[in-house]
């Protein structure tokens, strides 16, 4: 049913779930997966200013994404990895359009039934109501 399933992350562990989730149906499809991490970036730095810090959050990204990845090495599923530089929400739905994603999973807080507008802004609510394909919110 599925053939490509993007799984964006922010690194914490609660993207495990969504990658775990992610990795069962791609077993089950024979579909290809693909872990992106956005490292947002800062606007209105100078040309060149933030380069060494950007080269640092990528190589630290590699590293955590690696380690996530470990975790499901020896499943019968294609996973790369991609690190792109931008606003979250924008990227995101840029690469899945890009990619001929056909699903994205990924990780989502519980909201909160006294205070329900406060879920209204994230990130995960945001690529929900954009991406052009079915996204599945994981808790």
Request: glycine share 6%.
């Amino acid at each position: 049913m599925f053939k490509h399933i993007l799984i964006p992350t922010d690194l914490t562990d609660k993207s495990l779930r969504a990658l775990e989730i992610a990795a069962k149906i791609a077993v089950h499809d024979q579909a290809r997966l693909t872990l992106l991490h956005v490292i947002e970036t800062i606007e209105d730095a100078f040309e060149g200013e933030l380069d060494d810090f950007y080269r640092k959050l990528g190589r630290r990204a590699h590293k955590k994404m690696d380690q996530f990845l470990k975790l499901h090495e020896t499943k019968e599923i294609r996973i790369d990895k991609e690190i792109i530089y931008g606003k979250r929400v924008k990227e995101i739905i840029r690469f899945a359009g890009d990619r001929d994603i056909d699903l994205i999973i990924l990780s989502s807080h519980k909201v909160e039934i006294d205070n329900p507008g406060l879920g209204w802004g994230t990130i995960s609510y945001k690529v929900g109501i954009l991406a052009h394909c079915p996204v599945m919110l994981v808790k």
